[in-house]
């Protein structure tokens, strides 16, 4: 009776893949953003780049030692390899690496807060979760063009989308956030505001509801 989808492009992905001619509509996906917020920018001279993720190749798992020897060995590169202490031997792709096994959901989020962008290396998501949850914290993102993160990362205002599989381009995005803090915090606030806007509990809410009551009506006409 309905067909719903959590981001535009997973939308034209699905009715590609089921050859599927009617509407598809788009219920993006939401974050309590009372929980995931910002702190107050860390004057620390250490610049700090966050990833996200398991060890699978779809987050992209198997670039993070090309990203790594690209990235400016000064930028300390944080890694959240899943809840299940996946990233044992990571600390070896390189200089300047920090590992955080088992993490609860507060201590992630004080990870987004101190570090000072997230970069997602995911090939393809159906929404980009990684990307909102540190652009609610404040903090820019860098990513790969590719389903559910463009739909999340406002290239240019929130972060920078760079082409699949150019982790050089990634690193390069990274380092000149990393320079420019001013730029940085601007794209951080920015993503906030995005988050606040398009990503709330109660907008999700109203369209969920406004589709049930349609579907429902539409039985009740046939009866």
Known sequence: DAILVGSDSAGVEVAKEFGLERR??????WLDTDKYRPISTST????RVLWVGNMSSRKGADLLPAFRQYLDPSIELNIVAGRRAQGAGLERIGTNVRVWPRLSEVELIELYRTCDITVSLSRHEGFGYTAL????????????????LRDVVSHGV??????LEDVRAMAAACERLAQDRGVARAMGQAGRARALERFA????AAQYLDVYRRVLASKRSIK
């Open 24 to 29: 598809i509509q788009t219920i993006e996906y």
């Open 44 to 47: 620390d001279a250490t610049r």
């Open 133 to 148: 949850e540190a652009m609610a914290c404040g903090r820019p993102v860098v990513a790969f063009d590719v389903t559910g």
């Open 158 to 163: 929130t972060g920078t989308l760079c082409a």
């Open 201 to 204: 509990p109660g907008r999700a």
